[in-house]
């Protein structure tokens, strides 16, 4: 994909926010290859990706390794979250959630919010800054994976 056509498929974001979308977009891609489930995260302080990560739940048979944890562990510790923009393919499920609220990350930038609505109203009341992108190749990224594999889906989200 060009430049262009990322540009066009982010609309609204910024150069520094397209290019950290295009990393958690590019784990996802990294993770359905892998035969895992196609969420991607990043993380940016100051316009800059630190760290990024994908779902490994069905790669490493660990129940809480979700795009956004996998990417909080590729940083590592940090002094703060603070000042930091979390960048994900998907809607943020409550364990995700909570971690963001937890760490205090001020902004997450969501991919789609169409095959899975998250928990995005949380995020609002808690103060984080929330934008859905609704970048198509996301949904139908996901929505691809959800049809093919729903047993997968359904024991990602507990249901």
């Known amino acids: 994909m060009t430049h262009e056509q990322i540009d066009s498929a ?6 520094a926010d397209v290019a950290a979308f295009e990393a958690a977009y590019q784990a996802a891609q990294k993770s359905l ?10 993380i940016a302080r100051g316009g800059e990706v630190f760290a990024s990560g994908h779902n490994e739940r069905v790669q490493n048979a660990d129940p809480i390794a979700h795009g956004e944890m996998s990417a909080l562990r590729a940083a590592g510790r940090q002094k703060t ?8 393919t998907l809607a943020p ?5 909570g971690t963001i ?11 789609e919010a169409r095959t899975f609505d998250g928990e995005l ?3 609002r009341s808690r103060g984080v800054e ?18 093919k594999h729903p047993e997968l889906w359904a024991e990602d989200i507990a249901e």
């Open 33 to 42: 290859a892998e035969g895992g489930i196609p969420i991607g995260a990043a």
């Open 130 to 147: 929330v934008v859905v992108v609704d970048d198509q190749r996301c949904v139908d990224m996901m929505a691809a994976f959800q049809d």
């Open 81 to 88: 979250y603070r000042d930091t923009t979390l960048y994900t």
């Open 93 to 97: 499920c409550a364990m995700c959630t």
């Open 10 to 15: 982010v609309s609204g974001l910024d150069g």
């Open 121 to 123: 109203d949380l995020l």
């Open 101 to 111: 609220i937890q760490f205090k990350i001020p902004r997450v930038v969501v991919g």
